[in-house]
């Protein structure tokens, strides 16, 4: 419980918070209540049916808002309709509060609701929870090379746990009767809400990313080698390898690298640095990332034209960059300005309407 409300703290006040944590600190948030009825029930309660059968409400939350956070990373905004998804929260949050006041006002009544409740709520909640960490779960494999790493990493760990706790959920309904397995089954639950909250807090501030290489444009990965390919096959080699990326759009792979480039053109790597270096004075990730730059600014033209809501970093990521620092390093690299201020210089030529949602977004 405490712990859950610092790891909200600590996220609120992270200046590197972003629109898409605002559900992952409402995730947590959810938790930090969640523990905190069950304190109170366990603690100043002394109906046993009570402390075993009463149901947290908030646990519906859990399912849409991971969901609704893969479906922000991957389109940069979410439709109001999508809150629909949080109907049978409200549903039992109206239902949680009656029962309660049920209990106080006629226990014998009380209980017979209360069990009615329970009953409903179980269900709801573990087939609920499952099938959004399931669903959550596929869409993270199927928008792998649109979602960043880091978030990858994170989100698929917090399914894993949400799908071992509903099997959990499925042993404490099987052994309702057996008050201590029950007890000792939901303190392993609690202590993994506890690690939910750790993995987001270390993802804000350690963060998952693998280190990503960024080549300096100067150095020359044959500098010190004897050059061993003519004019005629430098140029040659150039042509197949811009043909290569132009028809098969290669670099929208995040984990795109030389030796896949290599096993495609069948160049070797030693052929591919020496072109890129000798031909196109460039290194390999400048190269690559030139193209990523211009799907970007592609993509960006089109979503302008069909006036609709855009988001930087979204299309950054759909472009082939894995992660927001190398995106914002090579654009201002190769553009010469950062992506935003590239929108207010050229504002001038896009569309009014479609430049205002987007102009002053985190990059």
């Not at 409402?26 to 938790?31: N, Y």
């Not at 057996?178 to 987001?200: D, E, K």
Request: with cysteine.
């Amino acid at each position: 419980m405490f712990q859950a409300g610092i790891a909200v703290a600590l996220l609120w006040l992270n200046k590197k918070r972003n629109q898409y944590d605002n559900l992952l600190i409402t995730l947590i948030a959810c938790i930090g209540v969640h523990l905190f009825a069950k304190w109170v029930i366990y603690a100043m309660v002394d109906d046993k049916d009570v402390k075993l059968a009463m149901n947290t409400f908030i646990q519906l939350a859990y399912g849409p808002l991971i969901y609704l956070y893969v479906r922000k990373l991957k389109t940069g905004f979410i439709p109001l309709t999508y809150l629909f998804l949080f109907l049978p929260l409200f549903i039992a949050t109206v239902a949680y509060f009656s029962v309660i006041s049920s209990l106080f006002v006629n226990p014998v009544i009380g209980h017979a609701h209360l069990q009615i409740y329970n009953n409903w709520t179980s269900y709801f909640i573990v087939i609920g929870n499952g099938v959004y960490a399931v669903i959550t779960s596929y869409l993270l494999k199927k928008w792998k090379k649109n979602i960043p790493f880091a978030e990858y990493k994170l989100i698929g760990s917090i399914c894993a746990i949400f799908i071992f706790l509903n099997g959990l959920s499925i042993i404490c309904m099987a052994i309702e009767s057996n008050a201590t397995y029950l007890l000792a089954l939901r303190y392993v639950a609690y202590s993994l809400f506890m690690v939910i909250c750790f993995l987001v807090v270390r993802h804000k501030y350690v963060g998952t990313n693998p280190p990503e290489i960024v080549a300096d444009d100067e150095q020359k990965s044959v500098s010190d080698r004897k050059p061993i390919l003519s004019s005629e096959q430098l140029a040659d080699f150039a042509d197949i390898l811009n043909t290569y990326m132009r028809k098969t759009k290669a670099y929208l792979d995040i984990d795109f690298n030389m030796d896949k480039l290599s096993e495609d053109t069948n160049i070797s790597r030693r052929y591919i640095s020496e072109t890129l270096n000798t031909y196109f004075f460039k290194s390999f990730y400048r190269y690559i990332n030139e193209y990523r730059i211009e799907e970007f600014i592609l993509e960006l033209n089109k979503r302008i034209e069909s006036d609709v809501e855009i988001n930087l970093l979204s299309i950054a990521y759909q472009s082939g960059f894995k992660t927001k620092s190398s995106f914002n390093l090579y654009f201002k690299k190769i553009v010469g300005t950062t992506p935003t201020d590239y929108v207010k210089k050229n504002q001038d030529s896009l569309k009014k309407s479609a430049i205002q949602p987007f102009v002053f977004r985190l990059l």
